[in-house]
């Protein structure tokens, strides 16, 4: 006989897959220059999809939106 805890972390888990499942996929392609600066992007970085932009134009387009918020 399964217990409420029991019950419950099965719940929990099958709930987690589930989100786990419906995440969207990022299988668009990615590039090997930035659009904004002309500087090459990591291979770890390409490798999320549908990346555009480096690490450091990414964190500029970011931090204008945030303070337009």
């Not at 419950?8 to 499942?21: F, K, M």
């Not at 419906?22 to 090997?32: D, E, G, K």
């Not at 970085?45 to 303070?67: D, F």
């Amino acid at each position: 006989m399964a217990d409420f805890a029991d019950m419950a972390s099965d719940i929990e888990h099958e709930r987690l897959q589930q989100s786990l499942q419906n995440r969207p996929q990022f299988t668009a392609h990615s590039n090997y220059e930035c659009d904004e600066c002309g500087e090459d992007i990591p291979a770890q970085r390409r490798a999320i999809g549908g990346v555009t932009l480096c690490i450091k134009c990414q964190t500029k387009l970011e931090s204008k939106q945030k303070h337009y918020r």
